[in-house]
C-alpha cells in the first residue's frame, strides 16, 4: 500500500495564472508559502524562522474557481498530492520541480461573499 497526499496551510504568494491546455480544459498555477516559527533548542541554539514555498496546480472546474476568487495575501488549507517532474531550461539546464495538484482548497480568512467559504 500507498499514499501520495499533502496537507498545506498558508498564504498565496501570488494571483494565480491561468491556461487551457485544451479549449475547455483550465490549468491553474499559483505558490503558496508555508513557515516555520522560529525557536530555540534546549542547549540555547537560536533556529531561524522558515519558509518554504510551494508551487500549486488545479484542474478544470477547481481552476476556474481559483481563477474567480484566489488572490495574493488568502490564507488556504490545500489538499493534494506531489508531483515531481524535470525538462530543460533555455540554457538547456536540467531542472526539477516538484507541484502540488490540489484536489481541495478552503479559505481559512474571509472568501469574497460569492466564494462561501468553499473553493
Same mark, same amino acid.
Given at each position: ?43 540555547? %541554539?537560536?533556529?531561524? !524562522? ?12 477547481? /481552476?476556474?474557481? @481559483? ?16 508531483? %515531481?517532474?524535470?525538462? !530543460? ?12 495538484? /490540489?484536489?481541495? @482548497? ?14
Amino acid at each position: 500500500m500507498s499514499l501520495n497526499k499533502a496537507l498545506l496551510i498558508g498564504n498565496v504568494g501570488r494571483d494565480p495564472d491561468v491556461r487551457y491546455v485544451d479549449a475547455d480544459r483550465p490549468v491553474a498555477t499559483f505558490s503558496l508559502a508555508t513557515h516555520e516559527p522560529a525557536y530555540t533548542l534546549p542547549n540555547g %541554539t537560536q533556529v531561524a !524562522e522558515r519558509t518554504e514555498w510551494h508551487n500549486i496546480i488545479t484542474w478544470g472546474k477547481l /481552476a476556474k474557481q @481559483v481563477e474567480q476568487y484566489v488572490r495574493k495575501g488568502n490564507k488556504l488549507f490545500v489538499e493534494g498530492s506531489i508531483h %515531481t517532474r524535470s525538462y !530543460e531550461d533555455k540554457a538547456s539546464i536540467r531542472r526539477t520541480v516538484t507541484e502540488i495538484w /490540489a484536489e481541495k @482548497v478552503d479559505f481559512l480568512n474571509s472568501p469574497p461573499k460569492e466564494a462561501g467559504g468553499d473553493v
